[in-house]
């Protein structure tokens, strides 16, 4: 896995570099003292994992988050312990305090394995944010919240907590980079998050028809319905 070390202080990226160190899967590519230069390196070196301070002059973690649409596995080290919550809810997969310690930083590595090897069958996770704009509003949404992807023109409309804005993908990127076994494609018109299904019916046509647990039904085309009772062995 390819590293990025993102903090103000020095002394805290060369420490964090030496724990790494134990973990000869992990190669550090590079290092930033702010969030431009984190930004730039980002591009440049694509690491699949960020070390992230929150605290840093001018602007912070959360806002080097803000500036990232494909951020990757995040990690925030920080010494102060009040920012843990809003954290987790922009998706970071761990929050470590200074000083770190090697047996938390082996834990957050494990996790960010997990995640690490779900990317590399081809998936994105269902703890994966992404970052979504409607107008002026702004969210980090992970995946696994998505209840109803639904095609807009060329673009992704998404449906999560009453909220619908649209993502700059289409549905045939999207289906691609989904698991199937959580995200199925019901039709040309919508992917289905299955975890949101609260029960099927038949249709007139042989078709199935999903319930979601929002009130939305979705029925699947005629060939994925066939598909997908192969699949669940209905």
């Known amino acids: 896995m390819k590293a990025l070390l993102v903090d103000d202080e020095p002394l805290a990226r060369r420490e964090l570099r030496r724990l790494l160190g134990a973990h000869p899967d992990v190669e550090v590519v ?25 605290h840093m002059p001018r602007r912070g973690g959360f806002e080097l988050l803000e500036g990232l649409e494909d951020a ?28 770190i310690s090697p047996p ?8 960010v394995r997990a995640r690490h090897s779900g990317r590399e069958r081809g998936f994105a996770p269902a703890d994966r944010p ?34 619908k804005p ?13 698991d ?7 039709s040309r018109q919508y992917i289905v998050n299955l975890a949101f299904v609260e029960r099927f019916e038949t249709g007139v046509r042989g078709e199935l028809v ?20 192969r699949r669940a062995s209905l």
């Open 130 to 163: 992404i970052l979504v704009r409607d107008g002026d509003e702004a969210w980090y949404v992970r995946l696994g919240d998505v209840e109803l992807f639904e095609a807009v023109g060329n673009y992704a409309q998404l449906h999560f907590r009453g909220h």
């Open 180 to 186: 199937p076994d959580h995200f199925y494609r019901a």
């Open 104 to 111: 938390r930083l082996a834990a957050a590595l494990e996790r």
């Open 210 to 229: 999903a319930h979601l647990k929002n009130g939305r039904s979705v029925a699947f085309s005629r060939r994925r319905s066939t598909d997908f009772r």
């Open 30 to 54: 590079g290092e930033a003292g702010g969030v431009d230069e984190a930004l730039r390196a980002v591009d440049d070196v694509a690491p699949d994992l960020i070390f992230l301070d929150i």
């Open 72 to 99: 990757p596995a995040v990690v925030f080290t920080t010494a102060h312990d009040a920012h843990a919550l809003r954290a987790f809810e922009v998706g970071a997969l761990d929050y470590l305090l200074k000083p």
């Open 166 to 178: 649209l993502l700059l993908r289409s549905l045939q990127h999207l289906e691609s980079r989904l």
